[in-house]
């Protein structure tokens, strides 16, 4: 009995002091949310010193509450720091609040610049391997000419229209283009290139892409296409001044995001390259790429 008298003591003693401690933590949850004047702020400084080819990104992502201050500036879509991908960039500016705080720069960049504005800090980053991307597919879409490959037909596809090409009129899945889509790791900035069906490829080519050493290729399904059992694998061959440099396939099963480290010619003074896309049964088999050249 004296034991049942203590552990309801006991109860009555944690309770409120657990709602207390509950109490102190919003708090200063509360306390650490960066007012809009903070926000502000922290854009008029990117904003000073922005320039183009930087990227911004909001550490962590969800921290965006003041985004509509950063507007006509480029905006990371990632949710999650990818500092492979951000490394293409110019420059990189951090904007960190709440949980990105402390922020640590990572290894490969270099702080051109720290400002700390009560509870947003604003960093800006210059990555080692920025200066070297000569070519970005995304960005150089446009001098691209885009082919469907039938067994005794091709169709060049002629409209450029909002960053995608289309073979004939405009269609809301059927082309090859620039598009924000959600891929297994969270939305990416890629080129979206759905295949067609029944073996029939789609050819995308740069003929005339600046000289480097490098080129690196990343691709994968998109989170749709992840979820579905529909469909079939896909091929994919990347060319390099018409030889074939890559031959792989990606298997309904492969939920990664995956990545194409291929060593370029360097005796050449333009390259050609050539990306090569089919499948048996296109359903839901959404195929999202994206590369660059690195000299």
């Known amino acids: 009995m004296k034991a049942m008298k203590r552990i309801i003591l006991v109860v009555l003693v944690l309770v409120p002091l657990v709602g207390l401690i509950d109490a102190g933590l919003e708090i200063h949850r509360v306390m650490r949310v960066p007012s809009l004047n903070e926000w502000k702020a922290a854009a008029d400084t990117v ?3 922005y320039k183009k080819g930087d990227i911004v990104h909001f550490r962590p992502y969800w921290a965006d509450e003041g985004e509509r201050y950063f507007t006509g500036m480029d905006i990371d ?5 990818d500092w492979n991908e951000l490394s293409t960039y110019h420059r990189v500016w951090i904007v960190a609040t709440m949980s990105g705080l402390p922020f640590h720069v990572p290894p490969g960049f270099k702080p051109l610049m720290v400002k700390k504005q009560r509870r947003i800090e604003v960093y800006l980053l210059q990555p080692e391997r920025a200066g070297h991307v000569v070519f970005d597919l995304i960005k150089g879409l446009h001098s691209a000419r885009v082919t469907r490959i039938y067994p005794h037909r091709t169709q060049q596809c002629t409209l450029f229209k909002d960053h995608h090409w289309y073979c004939g009129s405009v269609h809301p899945w059927q082309f ?6 959600d891929v297994v790791d969270g939305p ?3 080129i979206w290139a759905h295949p067609l069906n029944h073996g029939n490829k789609i050819e995308v080519l740069y003929p005339n892409v600046p000289a480097g050493r490098q080129l690196e290729v990343d691709y994968g ?8 059992d529909h469909g079939q694998a896909v091929h994919f061959q990347v060319y390099t001044d018409r030889k074939l440099a890559i031959s792989t396939v990606l298997r309904k099963k492969n939920h990664k995001w995956n990545r194409l480290l291929i060593k370029l010619n360097t005796k050449v003074k333009q390259h050609r390259l050539r990306f090569v896309i089919w499948t048996r049964n296109y359903q839901d088999r959404q195929f999202c790429f994206k590369g660059w050249v690195f000299r």
């Open 47 to 49: 904003r000073q010193g």
């Open 77 to 81: 879509v990632l949710q999650e720091l």
């Open 176 to 181: 090859v283009g620039e598009l924000v889509r």
């Open 188 to 190: 990416r900035r890629v």
């Open 221 to 228: 399904w998109s989170q749709r296409a992840v979820e579905s």
